[in-house]
């Protein structure tokens, strides 16, 4: 290089933006509820940095209706105003002040974006308290780029009341297409849910889902509304904390707090590099800025289970300063092994595969994030750090963990996939079921009640943890109630109740003794009171069960809506003319339906029929007497049945139910193959081990197998073929109660110890060839099907 060049080099080169630059920035495709929130952002900046003010923080958005001619968006907050300074520096284009740690505003192109895409003119308005004028600023875009200028006029409007502060920001000249989409029908309703779950935390106060503890689920309690209307923040229905299943002799609990806390280091305040205080750096070694903290550096939040499983709704939520910058993220899920950087799906792998129910909500607040908040930057230390402490550095599950040298899991995340990986119906895994199958469904539409905010009777778990009470109740005792029938019931009838007659001995009912004394009248007893129709039902509700798969909304067009509750009772049920029926409906207030069947009646016990049914006909018969067009009662029936998918019999859900039963068959085998696992396998038909190592193979390639065999591990293997096959092989290990209930020890004759035998592996085998021949069943083989599932339940020995 020569020495003119030298000197070249050292002029200067204009780079002030043109004023077109602010224009251009509109057209970042941000979503109108994203550019809201970069305002909402600075609001509940200045909320979170004054904690101590007793007024209630609020903050007002105003959209456009589809009747306004001149449509403008608005953001109004009660916050404490802006300097002078302030105001210049908030509006300046690519400034910012806001402080890279502790603020939701990271970016100070943030607001010059939001305005920007949704219109041309934005005024801001600012005042502190004791103020005595309001700071007025106009930004046009168009005029500035006229004026290729950068200057925006200030002006100053006097205050009626000196005590007023607060912020208010006008965006006009809405863009088109923003202005349209904004006067769409229902446009604000999405928008209030966007924002409702992204500030889900910053708008729930304290204590916001029944059941869990303060510490983690609390949050500050900031008010927003959009045109008048509150945003109510996106719940986590999740299950109580006090809530647990048990693994390996170990109560792990449905919500699991997570704070841990790291070494502290110097931040920068301007490009938010972290660096250790051992190096005693005076500048930043990013950006040499002399602006650094000592700050804490802190992972905190929870890890829970959600009340229902769902295709899309479930994952980790990860916040940064209070606002949700990933929501349902699932990275946390799989595992990276590090020799070959392959990718290790580890939840959900459980019935049904493509469902989940863990969720959380974890602060990162000292971890990088993208400008535009929607993800932060996973390929900084930080993220990779937290990743480690919240999910353990090797697999979760243990049999991987422990084939590939890692200890066993014991991070946040890792008890509580040991805990809930698993979707079993019943109290063993809390998932809700109907005695057979999990009621998914339900479950489901009761969190669809939960997220509404009009049912509060489904805040709290009580009506899911019935259900799981409720099933294993029914599948112990082959699916009827077994809570014990009222003294005066049909359980427990009387002589006196049967034939009119007084027992011998008794006392007397009137009339002349032989050859005795004329009996000495008595005063006639009190007559009994008549019981009214609400004590009547009272008395039926008293030891009922309730039939939680047939609780919920049942909506026809035509014939309006109805929250249906069914009850099935152990006691008679009368009509209005005491005759006995198998099932009564009962209209309440409002729309409420409660329908009740007595499970003991003959039709169901000596019939086969199902109560179920006849619930499902008393809800077709109330809506019927509404049908207008003289339709016929069984189309209603139809259409009401078809509101209850849990009561389908496809082979998909027979499917669910097959892997559900042999998933509790193989937990209970595996302890007692263990010690003769190597005769066991070696007594297995050829055709049976080949099958479980070709699913072993498809399941997880890196297996050991000839460890898995020798440890027993290969029951996780079996189909259902197998499984008989082993129980051929040693049914005094696995029938009397150990894995099936069946009776074997007990007997002498060979022959009735070989039909205990053929009797209890004979369903395992329709099981095995029904999942072994998918597709085109008929009726009558699904219902089969159905038939041989509930017998292998019964004969099961549970519960797990």
């Not at 224009?23 to 809201?36: M, N, R, S, T, V």
């Not at 005595?132 to 100053?156: G, H, K, T, Y």
């Not at 503890?213 to 927003?224: C, H, S």
């Not at 899920?333 to 989940?356: H, R």
Request: with cysteine.
């Amino acid at each position: 290089m020569t020495a003119n060049a030298e000197e070249t080099s050292l002029e200067e080169v204009d780079l002030t933006p043109t004023p077109q630059l602010l224009e251009a920035l509109g057209d970042i495709p941000y979503k109108p509820w994203q550019c809201l929130a970069e305002l909402i952002d600075n609001s509940f900046d200045d909320f979170l940095s004054d904690p101590d003010r007793g007024e209630q923080r609020e903050v007002w958005i105003t959209l456009p209706k589809p009747t306004d001619d001149d449509p403008i968006v608005g953001l109004l907050d009660n916050g404490r105003g802006m300097s002078l300074e302030a105001l210049q520096s908030a509006v300046k284009a690519g400034y910012s002040g806001k402080r890279r740690y502790g603020s939701l505003g990271l970016f100070g192109m943030g607001f010059n974006i939001a305005t920007a895409r949704l219109g041309n003119r934005t005024e801001v308005r600012t005042t502190r308290a004791g103020d005595a004028d309001w700071l007025i600023v106009e930004i046009d875009l168009r005029r500035l780029a006229r004026n290729d200028s950068f200057r925006a006029p200030l002006r100053r409007e006097p205050k009626q009341d000196v005590s007023d502060h607060g912020t208010e920001v006008i965006v006009r000249h809405l863009r088109t297409e923003i202005a349209d989409d904004l006067k769409k029908a229902n446009r604000h309703t999405s928008v209030r849910a966007d924002l409702g779950r992204v500030y889900s935390y910053l708008l729930r106060g304290e204590n916001p889902v029944p059941g869990v503890p303060d510490g983690p689920m609390a949050g500050r309690g900031f008010r927003l509304k959009v045109n008048g209307k509150t945003v109510s923040p996106r719940l986590p229905c999740v299950w109580s904390a006090s809530r647990t299943v048990t693994r390996q002799g170990r109560e792990i609990a449905a919500v699991r707090p997570v704070d841990i806390r790291l070494a502290s280091a110097l931040a920068c305040m301007k490009c938010g590099h972290w660096q250790s205080p051992d190096l005693a750096l005076d500048q930043c070694a990013q950006c040499d800025s002399d602006d650094m903290q000592l700050r804490e550096r802190r992972i905190h939040g929870w890890f829970g289970v959600q009340r229902y499983l769902d295709e899309t709704d479930y994952g980790i939520d990860f916040l940064r300063n209070g606002r949700k910058i990933r929501i349902g993220d699932r990275s946390l899920f799989s595992w990276e092994n590090p020799d070959d950087g392959s990718q290790v799906s580890e939840y959900p792998v459980d019935i049904p595969a493509t469902q989940g129910r863990i969720v959380g909500e974890i602060h990162l607040d000292h971890v990088p994030v993208g400008y535009q908040k929607t993800d932060f930057n996973r390929e900084s230390r930080d993220w990779r750090q937290a990743v480690i402490a919240l999910r353990g550095e090797g697999p979760m599950r243990p049999k991987k963990a422990v084939a590939l040298g890692y200890p066993l899991n014991a991070s946040p995340l890792g008890e509580i996939f040991k805990g809930y990986q698993e979707n079993r119906p019943g109290a063993g895994c809390l998932i809700p079921g109907n005695g057979s199958v999990a009621v998914h469904d339900a479950a489901r539409e009761w969190g669809v009640k939960f997220h509404s905010g009009r049912h509060p009777e489904f805040l709290s778990d009580e009506i899911w943890y019935q259900a799981v009470l409720a099933h294993d109740e029914a599948r112990d005792s082959g699916g009827t109630p077994t809570r014990p029938t009222g003294p005066d019931g049909a359980g427990n009838p009387t002589l006196t109740g049967r034939t009119g007659l007084t027992p011998l001995g008794g006392a007397s009912t009137g009339g002349t003794s032989l050859g005795g004394e004329s009996p000495v009248p008595q005063p006639a007893p009190p007559s009994a009171p008549v019981e009214t129709e609400e004590q009547r039902f009272e008395r039926y509700r008293a030891d009922a069960r309730q039939v939680f798969d047939l609780t919920g909304e049942v909506t026809l067009p035509r014939l309006g809506r109805r929250a249906v509750t069914v009850f099935d009772t152990p006691t008679p049920l009368l009509d209005d003319h005491e005759r006995q029926v198998p099932s009564l409906a009962r209209m309440g207030k409002g729309v409420k339906l409660e329908v009740f069947v007595h499970g003991e009646h003959p039709v169901f016990r000596e019939y086969g029929r199902d109560p179920r049914d006849y619930a499902l006909m008393e809800i077709a018969q109330t809506l019927h007497a509404f049908e207008p067009d003289g339709q016929k009662v069984t189309a209603v029936a139809a259409e009401v049945t078809r509101q209850f998918p849990d009561q389908r019999v496809t082979e998909s859900a027979l499917r669910d139910r097959a892997d559900s039963l042999l998933g509790r068959v193989r937990e209970l085998m595996t302890p007692i193959v263990g010690p003769m696992a190597g005769d066991l396998w070696d007594a297995l038909p050829e055709r049976i081990r080949l099958r479980a190592e070709q699913d072993a193979g498809r399941a997880d390639a890196s297996l050991d197998w000839p460890t898995v065999v020798k440890d027993g591990a290969f029951v996780a293997h079996l189909d259902a073929t197998g499984i008989a096959a082993v129980v051929r092989t040693r049914p005094a290990d696995f029938l009397d109660g150990t894995v099936f209930t069946t009776s074997w020890s007990g007997w002498s004759d060979s022959a009735v110890k070989e039909r205990q035998v053929t009797q209890t592996v004979r369903p395992l085998e329709v099981v095995g060839e029904f999942l072994a021949d998918p597709g085109g069943k008929t009726r009558l083989e699904l219902s089969l099907a159905r038939i041989t599932f509930d017998m292998l339940e019964r004969s099961v020995a549970g519960p797990v």
